[in-house]
């Protein structure tokens, strides 16, 4: 059986089944550009993180999703039929696929890079990615278009997460060598140490709900012409009172990861909450 071996790095993908590959060897990245042939035998490696994993997975199906923004579309990174089909995203539904909100085309047997799949995605909510197999009449049905299994029987899916803050998308090289065997190299995806900026205006914040990574910075610009601050509920951090136009900057390096409610000290009753990952 030939094998798939996904060099995955922190969190950045989700995969789930396997690809068999061809016989020729071929070299190119998430997008499908060809890159130059990687060794086969290397870790990948990423100068921002360490830590990395190796999953060993089998099959002839594949299917690799990253944490993505909030948009119009989900995005998957790349897919592999054994026969044409289709990828369905499903609700979360206490940790399982739910029901199904949107399906891409249909897709050829073989290999498929940034497949987009039309659907208004919300923040801070996971998704499932699912591969079927078309029943041969070219259109989507989720009982009549069987769900696609690895060399495990096992469903070949994947779940997300859709964020907040600014995503890239991940730097993924897959080689198919001559022998089968296909290496992905990752990147994490997520840009870090980014400035975020919450405006505070007609006496509110203008994120409600802010999730950033550790190392982010928040800028805190008051825009209202009487005097305003962002104090955590439990001290953590304090900016102080803020005149018009005046700002202050949190450095997340220095908070713990976890949930930070906050209030306008003038002003109690102006609530937001910051989430550290």
């Not at 304090?238 to 003038?266: E, W």
Request: glycine content about 8%.
């Amino acid at each position: 059986m030939k094998k798939l071996f996904l060099l995955l790095l922190v969190i950045p993908l989700a995969g789930a089944g396997c690809w068999s590959g061809d016989d020729s060897q071929t070299s190119v990245d998430i997008y499908g550009n060809p890159t130059a042939a990687t060794n086969t035998n290397a870790v990948a490696t990423d100068n921002t993180n360490s830590n990395p994993s190796t999953i060993v997975l089998e099959g002839n199906n594949v299917l690799l999703v990253s944490k993505q923004q909030a948009g119009t579309s989900a995005i998957i990174d790349f897919v592999a039929l054994e026969k044409p089909g289709f990828i369905a995203i499903h609700a979360d539904n206490n940790g399982k696929p739910g029901t199904v909100l949107a399906t891409s085309s249909l897709l050829g047997a073989g290999s498929h890079t940034k497949i987009s799949v039309a659907l208004a995605t919300q923040a801070n909510k996971t998704y499932f990615a699912m591969l079927h197999l078309d029943n041969g009449d070219g259109t989507f049905s989720e009982t009549a278009d069987p769900v696609a299994k690895d060399s495990h029987d096992a469903d070949v899916t994947a779940s997300f997460q859709v964020v907040t803050v600014v995503v890239i998308n991940p730097g993924v090289n897959i080689n198919l060598n001559t022998n089968g065997s296909v290496v992905v190299n990752t990147n994490t995806g997520i840009k870090v140490n980014q400035t975020l900026t919450v405006n505070i205006q007609n006496y509110a914040f203008s994120a409600a709900t802010l999730t950033v990574h550790k190392g982010d910075k928040v800028t805190f610009t008051n825009k209202d012409s009487v005097a305003h601050s962002a104090v955590d509920d439990n001290g953590a951090f304090n900016s102080g009172l803020l005149s018009q136009k005046s700002s202050y900057t949190l450095n997340t390096a220095a908070l713990a990861a976890g949930t930070y409610t906050y209030h306008c000290g003038p002003h109690p009753n102006m609530k937001a909450t910051l989430i550290v990952q």
